[in-house]
């Protein structure tokens, strides 16, 4: 277990924004967990929990507090039947390597998924999604610290309360009570997807005549639609999307449909694709203090030049007051906050 004082939170985050935490612990074993716990009450503090740092987003005052960085690491194959295999990864795994992992052994169920930049134990937290998948669909349980109990778990699917963007991880009474281990997902054997598919996958295969659906081949297909449509935060500092989108009732639904905007039914309601409503708005390739809407995803905002937290705010509530104004509807934050 590693113990650092004074890291700045914009070292550790993909937007490269905030002030130090008071202290950051390294976990690369699961034995450093309760240690770092332990640590943190002794000190009197709070905790938060730190994958790649893709989602997450570090305010001007930093965190008065311990942050545990997620450094488990291994992927292995735990059991298979005739049709699936079930495949376990460490919570501090590159999300995109263990779906390498699955694609390379021709499995299907997280082909669609590549590319999505984080770690392997935030991918539940978030329920991340993409192109028609999301971990929902595959997963099977994850093994989690309570730091409520102290003792270490197993959470079958079933009790996440998985909804768009979230779960018991990121929402409600539970939020940041558990420290993700580990994640199994079950995916399948020789299968492909089939079309229809996303929009824009399916624009792709059609303009290129595809007709190979195989995990690897739509992995690389993903891989190339989102190279060209998404900044690396490796290279441009970003959070991914940093808009929700957004669910309205049938009504407004129908409104904005005449407009011309995209409806998804689902059983969660009507959702919109928010990045049509900021593109429809003329916003995309603005900068807003020193924080630029993506010409190619406008979902996605870069930080080009803002220094602190608080130009991204008054980025935000400008953005999200023009949508307002224009649409009568309220965008929401993707990432979180430390704090």
Do not use: C
Not at 117 to 124: D, E, I, R, T
Not at 138 to 153: G, Y
Not at 197 to 213: A, C, P
Request: proline share 3%; no cysteine.
């Amino acid at each position: 277990m590693k113990i650092l004082e004074d890291v700045l939170i914009s070292n550790l985050t993909t937007m490269r924004l905030g002030g130090a935490a008071k202290y950051t612990i390294e976990i690369s074993a699961v034995e450093d967990i309760i240690s770092a716990y332990n640590f943190a009450k002794e000190k009197g503090l709070k905790t938060f929990i730190l994958g790649g740092g893709a989602n997450s987003i570090g305010l001007d005052e930093g965190f008065d507090g311990v942050i545990l960085l997620n450094k488990l690491r291994g992927i292995e194959i735990i059991g298979e039947t005739e049709t699936e295999t079930f495949v376990r990864g460490m919570g501090g795994e590159v999300w995109d390597d263990f779906v390498e992992f699955t694609t390379k052994r021709d499995l299907s169920g997280i082909e669609a998924l590549s590319k999505i930049p984080g770690s392997l134990g935030a991918a539940p937290v978030q329920n991340i999604g993409a192109y028609g998948q999301d971990i929902a669909q595959v997963l099977e349980n994850v093994e989690a610290f309570d730091s409520l109990t102290n003792k270490i778990v197993t959470i079958p699917k079933s009790e996440m309360n998985f909804d768009y963007r979230k779960s018991i991880f990121n929402y409600g009474e539970d939020k940041g009570r558990y420290f993700i281990i580990a994640v199994t997902v079950r995916v399948s054997k020789n299968k492909t997807l089939e079309p229809p598919f996303y929009t824009s996958l399916q624009n792709y295969i059609d303009k290129n005549n595809v007709t190979d659906f195989s995990p690897s081949n739509i992995r690389k297909i993903v891989s190339l639609i989102r190279a060209e449509k998404l900044p690396d935060p490796q290279e441009i500092a970003s959070s991914g999307s940093f808009f929700k989108n957004i669910y309205v009732d049938d009504k407004k639904a129908a409104e904005l449909e005449a407009m011309g905007a995209r409806i998804w039914q689902s059983e969660a309601g009507n959702k919109v694709n928010s990045g049509w409503l900021i593109e429809e708005a003329g916003l995309k390739g603005k900068t807003f203090h020193g924080m630029t809407v993506n010409d190619k995803a406008a979902l996605v905002l870069m930080n080009e030049s803002a220094k602190s937290y608080s130009d991204l705010a008054a980025a935000r509530e400008e953005i999200r007051k023009i949508i307002r104004d224009r649409f009568n509807v309220e965008l929401e934050q993707e990432p979180v906050e430390i704090k």
